[in-house]
């Protein structure tokens, strides 16, 4: 396998820790930047990959947190999800 698929699966382990231990990539809110923080909910998603010249299908957790300073739900994507 390659590094992609071991850095999903190392993510979706950190992500499924139920307490404010969860695993978290961004250090301020995006609405208010605040930075007091509360675990809401872990959304599944798909993600394809090409590994050895063949499709695999994995599943990533996305943690969602809600900010407690200005209420609002923010999804924190991993690094290697996001757009370049």
Request: glycine share 2%.
């Amino acid at each position: 396998m390659g590094d992609l698929t071991v850095l999903v699966n190392q993510h979706d382990l950190a992500v499924r820790t139920v307490s404010e231990n969860r695993v978290r990539y961004r250090e301020n809110c995006p609405s208010c930047n605040g930075q007091l923080f509360a675990p809401h909910e872990v959304r599944p998603r798909f993600l394809r990959l090409i590994v050895a010249e063949h499709v695999v299908v994995m599943t990533l957790r996305i943690a969602r947190w809600r900010c407690l300073e200005c209420r609002r739900i923010w999804t924190d994507y991993p690094p290697f999800c996001l757009a370049i």
